[in-house]
Antibody, heavy 118, light 110 residues
């Protein structure tokens, strides 16, 4: 069955960067887009951006533009989300999610908690 | 891009129905038939319940249904069950390869 397995929790300092990985299995990686979504503690889901896994094209939410970079390694079926210039408000669970039918997200990773603290 | 507006909470007794609204603009909900709904239990990843306004993925009970009128989409859960108690989020395509989520609704089964 389709699985997205994300890297482990991270604790990092303000001003630093964090890179979260998302390893896909049980489907053809290049046939589906990959979204990144975050959720701060007790808050709503927030769309960050997505990547066309086949050609590498990306689109980012204006809120994160300039700080977020989404990439992929098609040989390893892994997508990455890099967020820079971290502030405490970036403390959140970060999810990868496969682009599904009708512009939905049909499979989700388990989430990666990123804590930004001095 | 502003978040889509959902009521903070909704509730119903077992067996009853509850409907959650999701209001956007003509640039997102009203402009495309790409509204999806997600169920999220505490501490868990979201789960896709509805896509393209009213389509159900395989395995989602037919108690869950979606619709749209103008700039407002709706999710209805009929025959409420205890396991339906969760947070629900709508999402819409917003043009130019952008997406936006709703503010979220906590559904309580009384």
């Amino acid at each position: 069955q389709v699985q997205l397995v994300q890297s482990g929790a991270e604790v990092t300092k303000p001003g630093a960067s964090v890179k979260v990985s998302c390893k896909a299995s049980a489907y053809t990686f290049t046939r589906y887009a990959m979204h990144w979504v975050r959720q701060a503690p007790g808050q709503r889901l927030e769309w960050m951006g997505w990547i066309n896994v086949d050609n590498g094209d990306t689109k980012y939410s204006q809120k994160f533009h300039g700080r977020v970079t989404i990439t992929r390694d098609t040989s390893a079926s892994i997508a990455y989300m890099d967020l820079s210039s971290l502030i405490s408000e970036d403390t959140a669970v970060y999810y990868c999610a496969r682009g599904g039918p009708g512009q939905s997200c049909d499979f989700w990773g388990q989430g990666t908690l990123v804590t930004v603290s001095s | 891009q502003s978040a889509l507006t959902q009521p903070p909470s909704a509730s119903g007794s077992p067996g009853q129905s509850v409907t959650i609204s999701c209001t956007g603009t003509s640039s997102d909900v009203g402009g495309y038939n790409y509204v999806s709904w997600y169920q999220q239990h505490p501490g868990k990843a979201p789960k896709l319940m509805i896509y393209e306004v009213s389509k159900r993925p395989s395995g989602v009970p037919d108690r869950f249904s979606g619709s749209k009128s103008g700039n407002t989409a709706s999710l209805t859960v009929s025959g409420l069950q205890a396991e339906d108690e969760a947070d629900y989020y709508c999402n819409s395509y917003a043009g130019s390869n952008n997406f936006v989520f709703g503010t979220g609704t906590k559904v309580t089964v009384l």
